[in-house]
């Protein structure tokens, strides 16, 4: 896993949060704090990636990541160059060609969204040396700047990572986001990270990746500080894993009135985009708790952390402060 | 034909147990004189065996999917003198004439000889029973479901039984297809990963069901590809009721595990997947318990398009006849097995499975023969391997032993200069 270091254990790319050192995850949300400043200024860009080229190539529809991914890069003074790729055409072979003939207009980095695990990592391989792959999610494999906004928003409302319970609630099995958070938060040092499912949507041996298992969810999150609620996809819910929506809302469904056993000052969070009233009760979303629609703004500047990292543009102070 | 007289070689026969200095005659495709000075014999040819081992030519129960000249050839060069190639092919070996053609494209190649397997269902696919005996006529030994198991029992039964009546032993794939549908075997790995995973169960589900109706069938039944540790002890379990029930287990599983594709490298893609180091060890304790009898490369080639890519979009499979006889030796070296019992997994046993008269040094027996050095090392990689396939899960690997002469039909097909 270590093709997203270089030599002096700096990011070259940004695959996964796993095995990260803490200080290197410590550093990413500093210099995520450093831009967030500039977000809220009136002059909203830096010249920090001036000259240079993105490319999101998303092999996946998404709205809100793309988007996000491109907001950042131009306050970074990046050029920016939206590419979507119809998903038929994933055949390993056109995937090279494709990436070669995009490197051959001296792309500077590559923000990857594709269906299947390990496709960034791929990606990362084959670029040439210089040219930075950003995963944007993997299958379900891992979106590591989701998970590192997601440790930005907490930071931000909880401080320190150690005493501080995290429930992750729903479709475990297929969340990139929930396996990126898991390592992000353990790299981080949180104290407990608790996962909350039915057995259908927890993946194998799923407490290997350092967590606490329930089926319940009152247990699941008595006296937690940090609800993460994932999103649920449609086409899982009838059939084989789940009977219904209604049960699953019944049984897993965040609710004002299911929060009771939290921590009294719990947040909670969705990495978005939400259905309501399946994963998560409107109230609940709308309401003081919802930390949400801050994930979406601190997305734009842990994305340009990461961004001016991996081409080693960072600026200096954030350095300094780790 | 060509009389060739190897002198002075190790004959290492497991059938027999021979294990000692001397000389081999070949003449007319047979071993016509063996052990001592062969005296009497004037060869065209003298092979100077000397520090080496003569070894029966190994027989690969399973390869696949192969440009049948280039790997017949590449077979010959690890050592393997007979490949046995199940019926999935395209089309598929369902009548004798499909078996003519793979025959005569396999004779043509002068490299191993290729034993094809007759289908057990028409096209594979699991429905009426296929012409068994006419396809026994026309050669195969064996019939097998081709590596996708027949889902009706019924069906599986009646193929089971018809075949018995021919004496054919039915080879069949231990696997519920229902629970196959991942890419690395289920578990921390494939969690980490991101894949999905294909259980344990997937094996003893499909294994526990034509364990059952191979009973009732009274049928000689042979299991391909065993991968678990539970795979393992239910047909230990099994076979202790019902002698009629054998098993093979894939090279790769004996030295491999899913952690080996932790960094999503498609050459450790594998079919049934590579599972944890218990299974291994299990794996390996079955070989040397006599549990499993058989080990075969089960050889996939693969062009590098189809394995590049994410891994869950590779093919699955391993090129393996290059790394065969390498790492049956190195399980010597790894005081699994004894040497004898090594060379028999892939001799004489697969051998008795089919009712081959190869796989052994026997007077009369077909000149099948490998000679080998043993302290002669080489390492694996893109310019080592013979098989058009580069997808090997050992390259880098060191192997000490290589192979010199091969000898099929008593012609020399496979020579390596010095």
């Given amino acids: 896993m270590s093709v997203q270091l270089n030599d002096d254990g700096e990011l070259q790319h940004f695959l996964t949060t796993e095995g990260l050192e803490p200080q290197l995850l410590t550093r990413i949300l500093d210099t995520a704090e450093s831009f967030s400043g500039v977000i809220g200024k009136s002059v ?67 923000v990857i969204r594709h269906a299947q695990s390990g496709a960034a990592e791929y990606f990362a391989r084959h670029v040439n040396p210089g040219v930075a792959v950003l995963n944007a999610g993997d299958g379900w494999h891992a979106h590591p700047t989701q998970a590192m906004l997601d440790a930005f928003t907490i930071r931000q409302h909880k401080g320190a990572f150690e005493p501080l319970r995290i429930a992750i609630v729903g479709d475990i099995r ?41 089926n319940d969810l009152s247990a699941g999150l008595r006296d937690v500080d940090v609800v993460i609620a994932l999103r649920l996809q449609r086409e899982r819910m009838q059939g084989a894993l789940l009977p219904s929506e209604a049960e699953f809302f019944r049984h897993y469904g965040l609710t004002e009135a299911r929060l009771q056993t939290a921590h009294p000052e719990a947040i909670v969070m969705h990495p978005g985009p939400i259905n309501r009233g399946v994963e998560i009760d409107s109230a609940l979303a709308d309401g003081p708790r919802s930390v949400i629609l801050d994930q979406v703004t601190n997305g734009i500047a842990v994305r340009m952390a990461v961004m001016t990292m ?4 960072a600026p200096d102070n954030t350095r300094a402060t780790s | 034909m060509s009389r060739i007289l190897i002198r002075n070689g190790r004959l290492i026969d497991p059938a027999s147990g021979l294990d000692e200095l001397g000389d081999i005659a070949v003449a007319d495709g047979r071993i016509v004189g063996l052990g001592g000075n062969v005296s009497d014999f004037t060869p065209d040819t003298q092979i100077d065996a000397k520090g080496q081992w003569v070894i029966p030519g190994l027989i690969d129960l399973a390869a696949r999917k192969a440009d049948i000249a280039s790997e017949a050839r590449a077979a010959a060069a690890g050592g393997i003198t007979t490949l046995v190639m199940p019926p999935d092919t395209d089309p598929v070996m369902d009548t004798p004439s499909v078996i003519d053609w793979v025959q005569h494209r396999a004779d043509a190649a002068k490299g191993a000889r290729v034993v094809p397997l007759g289908a057990l269902t028409h096209g594979n696919q699991g429905t009426t029973l296929s012409s068994m005996a006419a396809l026994a006529a026309a050669g195969c030994p064996a019939m097998s479901d081709g590596g996708t198991p027949i889902s009706d029992s019924l069906v599986l039964r009646r193929a089971l039984e018809y075949a018995h009546t021919f004496s054919l032993p039915s080879l069949l794939t231990p696997l519920d297809q229902s629970l196959a549908g991942g890419f690395l075997h289920e578990g921390p790995t494939a969690t980490r990963l991101g894949l999905a995973g294909v259980p344990v169960a997937a094996e003893t589900a499909g294994l526990g069901r034509q364990i059952a109706v191979a009973k009732a069938a009274a049928a000689r039944v042979h299991f391909g590809r065993l991968s678990s540790a539970e795979g393992v002890r239910l047909l230990s379990a099994a076979r202790n009721d019902n002698r009629a029930l054998s098993a093979d287990v894939a090279i790769h599983h004996l030295f491999l595990t899913d952690q080996d594709a932790m960094d999503y490298d498609a050459r450790f893609h594998i079919n049934p997947p590579l599972r944890d180091i218990v299974d291994r060890q299990a794996l390996r304790q079955a070989l040397a318990d006599g549990v499993i009898e058989v080990i075969c490369s089960d050889h996939q080639p693969h062009d590098t398009d189809a394995k590049a890519g994410p891994f869950a979009s590779t093919a699955a499979g391993a090129s393996a006849i290059d790394t065969l006889l390498g790492l049956v030796l190195r399980l010597v070296e790894d005081e699994v097995v004894s040497l004898s019992a090594a060379l028999a997994s892939v001799t004489i046993a697969p051998a008795r499975l089919l009712g081959l008269e190869s796989g052994q040094l026997a007077q009369g027996a077909p000149a099948d023969l490998v000679v080998v050095d043993p302290h002669s090392p080489w390492f694996c990689n893109a310019q080592t391997l013979n098989s058009r396939g580069a997808n090997s899960p050992f390259i880098g690997w060191e192997f000490s032993a290589r192979v010199c002469h091969t000898l099929v039909d008593g012609r020399l097909v496979h020579h390596t200069p010095e």
């Fill in chain 1, 44 to 110: 909203k860009t830096v010249p920090l990636l001036r000259g240079r080229t993105v490319i999101n190539l998303f092999f996946e529809s998404s709205t809100r990541t793309r988007t996000t991914f491109e907001l950042a890069a131009k306050r970074l003074s990046a050029d920016v160059l939206n590419v979507g790729v119809d998903t038929t055409t994933t055949k390993g072979e056109s995937l090279l060609d494709m990436l070669h003939n995009l490197q051959a207009m001296q792309a500077d980095m590559f």
């Fill in chain 1, 310 to 313: 991996v081409l080693g543009v």
């Fill in chain 1, 174 to 214: 297929h969340s990139r986001v929930a396996r990126s958070q898991i390592h992000a938060f353990n790299g981080l040092g949180a104290g407990e990270i608790r996962v909350v499912a039915p057995n259908t949507l927890l993946p194998a041996d799923v407490d290997s990746l350092g967590v606490q298992v329930f």
